[in-house]
């Protein structure tokens, strides 16, 4: 029998393009045994019809609060009442305000006050509405009431602009609501860096890299839905943090040293994926550097190998890493791999035609000592999965050699 069979789940459907995935939403739903149900509002009728969720669903569809019919029991409290889970998908801006301020103007808001059921929520939108203060103070209000906010992912939009705003796959919300996938880290604490770092060189510049962290933030969530407690020390961006994931977030490399060893002790595994700069200027001036001379000289200083002191610590997690080059790929990693003493290294090109930094697609090579692993070109989503289990089955034979 399945896990999560008979699971009551109410789906609220609010009005976005995103609407669409809505329905094979419920189909990843169903497939885990559960009896979902679906309510529209007006402008999510607009996208994708009623009955086209009746048929997906088995079950009536209700669109309107004041249905005299339905009404007759009440039965917007009823809904609430039976739902043991509820997620609305997609969530729009619109929503997202109207659930933060308490509305109950029609029978989506009015369903989600009156329910006591976990509250789910995969937003969808514009990138600049998800960007906006209001936005994100309406959504950090629900976060502190208990929703559990899935996404949004990062990528192209429907409106030709790119960034975070995609409604989260269907079946990565699906996963989120109704696990199915093999607990292979339940137990473990996970320590993992994302994301760059910026080195100051005056108040307004900084040295950098092309990070975006995309990775780094799917790998963390992956990595949670794995069973693993996740604890992510991101650099400088704009990324939403992973649900259930605690999130630090620091801007040079000597704060992320620092973020490191404060916590590495209490982790299991510790993930380095974040491109940490290997220098830093010698001084920062305290005001913008002004133009005088033809030539500028900068004087550089190492920043601590954050990876290599963990993988040598006495009592040291199962160490991964990161090798991101643009030639000679496997060589490198490989020697990176030994010379750092690591449990594993995930490799991969930048800089060209296709995945690095900056791209919604990568491809991997994983490297341990006496193995490896391709992982080909496909969305950072699915690519930190198959990386996570890849990482959860190597832990395990560490582990238990280990023990």
Not at 19 to 34: I, N, P, T, W
Not at 148 to 166: D, K
Not at 231 to 238: L, N
Request: aromatic share 4%.
């Amino acid at each position: 029998m399945d896990l999560h069979a008979g699971t009551r789940v109410l789906l609220g459907v609010s009005g976005g393009i995103a609407a669409y995935k809505a329905v094979d939403l419920v189909r990843r739903l169903s497939e885990r045994g559960a009896d979902v149900r679906v309510m529209l509002t007006d402008a999510a009728a607009a996208f994708v019809t009623p009955l086209t969720f009746q048929a997906v669903s088995g079950h009536p569809v209700r669109t309107t609060l004041l249905d005299p019919q339905a009404e007759a029991g009440m039965d917007h409290i009823e809904l609430a009442r039976w739902a043991e889970r509820l997620v609305i998908a997609p969530a729009t801006a619109d929503v997202l305000a109207r659930l933060a301020a308490g509305f109950a103007n029609d029978l989506l808001t009015t369903v989600a006050l009156a329910c006591d059921a976990p509250l789910y929520l995969a937003p969808a939108m514009n990138q600049a509405m998800w960007r906006h203060p209001a936005t994100q103070h309406n959504v950090n209000i629900l976060r502190a009431r208990g929703a559990q906010v899935l996404g949004p992912a990062v990528g192209a939009q429907a409106c030709g602009e790119h960034g975070p705003g995609r409604m989260l796959e269907p079946l990565e919300i699906a996963e989120a609501l109704l696990p199915r996938a093999a607990r292979a880290l339940e137990g473990a604490c996970v320590l993992l860096t994302a994301g760059p770092t910026r080195e100051p060189l005056d108040p307004v510049r900084f040295l950098s890299n092309r990070s975006s962290g995309q990775m780094g933030f799917a790998l963390a969530a992956a990595l949670r839905e794995l069973g693993a407690s996740v604890v992510m020390i991101a650099g400088p961006t704009a990324l939403p943090t992973p649900p259930s994931v605690e999130r630090i977030d620091v801007e040079t490399a000597l704060e992320m040293y620092l973020a490191v060893m404060t916590r590495v002790a209490d982790c299991d595994v510790f993930v380095a994926t974040a491109a940490v700069a290997d220098y830093r200027p010698v001084n920062v001036a305290e005001h913008k550097i002004k133009k005088h001379a033809d030539e500028f000289t900068l004087h550089l200083v190492r920043n601590p190998d954050i990876l290599g002191e963990v993988a040598a610590l006495t009592a040291s997690p199962f160490t991964v890493g990161f090798a991101a080059e643009t030639d000679h790929v496997i060589d490198y990693a490989r020697a990176k791999l030994q010379h750092k003493q690591l449990n594993m290294i995930a490799a991969n090109q930048v800089g060209g035609a296709q995945g690095g930094f900056e791209c919604t697609d990568n491809a991997l090579t994983v490297i341990w000592d006496d193995g490896q692993c391709e992982l080909p070109m496909q969305p950072k989503s699915q690519l930190a999965r198959q990386l996570a289990q890849c990482i959860a089955e190597r832990y395990q034979i560490y582990h238990a050699s280990s023990s």
